[in-house]
T-cell receptor, first 113, second 114 residues
Framework: KQEVTQIPAALSVPEGENLVLNCSFT??????LQWFRQDPGKGLTSLLL?????REQTSGRLNASLDKSSGRSTLYIAASQPGDSATYLC????????????FGKGTKLSVKP | DAMVIQNPRYQVTQFGKPVTLSCSQT?????MYWYQQKSSQAPKLLFH???????NEADTPDNFQSRRPNTSFCFLDIRSPGLGDAAMYLC?????????????FGSGTQLSVL
């Protein structure tokens, strides 16, 4: 059974810092891995999608990496801003699934001005 | 402009009283999903529609049903809500099903059961 773990559960940093969020998964037979952002009481916004054949994806100040063999992904946020404060969730799609994403519980990020 | 719209934003129901949550989309996507997210937990897929085909997850309780009368709308029916069904319910869509399709989520409906 695929399990997705995110560490730490919460993170507080001062504005301007670079930071890394971690995601690990137990079954390497994945189609892709996605990173989402969730603001309090809101839905999810897709940030980055990494296909199983790729090693990283970049969008603005965000960079996500994928190491399938070790079952790990990282989300790097450069020059953090207070507006980055949110919960970040990673999710994997399995080869044998039909659109079912397995989510982690997320890392709650707080960027202090 | 909102592309996946969920109504209502907050829903309060009584223990055992049927409740329906709604979702609409302007993306003309083939697939619509319903996820349940309990407080501080990971979202969990309940079921999805691929066009008109209903696909239930194996561990989704029978208490949860869904309807998709047309491409744009999808409903989640909870026949007899229990206290454990209090959660955020998230609707999502994707253009197609399978690898590498991005999901687009609505803002969710927060369900309280009294």
């Amino acid at each position: 059974k695929q399990e997705v773990t995110q560490i730490p559960a919460a993170l507080s940093v001062p504005e301007g810092e670079n930071l890394v969020l971690n995601c690990s998964f137990t079954d390497s037979a994945i189609y892709n891995l996605q990173w989402f952002r969730q603001d309090p009481g809101k839905g999810l916004t897709s940030l980055l999608l990494i296909q199983s054949s790729q090693r990283e994806q970049t969008s603005g100040r965000l960079n996500a990496s994928l190491d399938k063999s070790s079952g790990r992904s990282t989300l790097y946020i450069a020059a953090s801003q207070p507006g980055d404060s949110a919960t970040y969730l990673c999710a994997v799609e399995l080869w044998r699934s039909q659109g079912n994403l397995i989510f982690g519980k997320g890392t709650k990020l707080s960027v202090k001005p | 402009d909102a592309m996946v719209i969920q109504n209502p934003r907050y829903q309060v129901t009584q223990f055992g009283k049927p409740v329906t949550l709604s979702c609409s989309q302007t993306l003309n996507h083939n697939v619509m999903y319903w996820y349940q997210q309990k407080s501080s937990q990971a979202p969990k897929l309940l079921f999805h529609y691929y066009d008109k085909d209903f696909n239930n997850e194996a561990d989704t309780p029978d208490n949860f049903q869904s309807r998709r009368p047309n491409t744009s709308f999808c409903f989640l029916d909870i026949r007899s809500p229990g206290l454990g069904d209090a959660a955020m319910y998230l609707c999502a869509t994707s253009r197609d099903r399978g690898r590498d399709e991005k999901l687009f989520f609505g803002s969710g409906t927060q369900l309280s059961v009294l």
